[in-house]
């Protein structure tokens, strides 16, 4: 039976553990530490359609990658509460190009991608895939606004207002 080979080569920079939660193929990475790259080969037959580990990054989300024996990738995430939607995940395939999610979970914006092509003179396929953590500041809500105009108001009252209203009440 025909088979083909993929060299996947991971990297971790999104600050926890990349750990394992489902893979269609027993020779994925089981974890890959933080800031720690891991290279892996994985055979499958040919007659395959498509690899798909599954990575659950800390406890904030999944991070599915997800390739095609015919050179498609596509790379999603989904918070950790959150069922990944296959259906998405399908359709973002990029034939031969670099797929990229971005998400953001608490005080942090993650970025992951994946790229595939085909090893030269082979039967095989070369994968690389990154995920990494930036800090995120959230933009202001209208709530957050409210209270800081309510506090800069205290602050000009007691401090701009508060000599004229002892010299009135003397």
Not at 62 to 82: E, L, P
Not at 87 to 103: G, P, Q, Y
Not at 138 to 146: E, G, Q, W, Y
């Amino acid at each position: 039976m025909a088979t083909i080979t993929t060299e996947c080569t991971i990297t971790n920079d999104a600050g926890h553990n990349l750990v394992l939660s489902s893979s269609n193929y027993e020779t994925a990475a089981e974890t890959i530490k933080k800031a720690e790259t891991t290279t892996f080969t994985l055979t499958m037959p040919a007659i395959y359609l498509n690899a798909a580990p599954v990575y659950e990054v800390g406890s904030s989300l999944r991070w599915i990658i997800f390739w095609t024996t015919d050179n498609q990738v596509s790379t999603k995430m989904f918070k950790i509460n959150d069922p990944p939607d296959w259906k998405k995940v399908a359709n973002n395939l990029i034939s031969h190009h670099k797929s990229e999610d971005r998400l953001i979970s608490g005080d942090f914006q993650y970025t992951a991608w994946a790229s595939i092509e085909s090893q030269p003179n082979s039967n095989g396929q070369v994968l690389t895939a990154n995920i990494y953590a930036t800090a995120h500041k959230p933009r202001p809500t209208l709530p957050m606004v409210i209270r800081m105009g309510t506090i800069f108001i205290f602050f000009y009252i007691l401090i701009i207002l508060q000599p004229k209203y002892d010299e009135i009440y003397k």
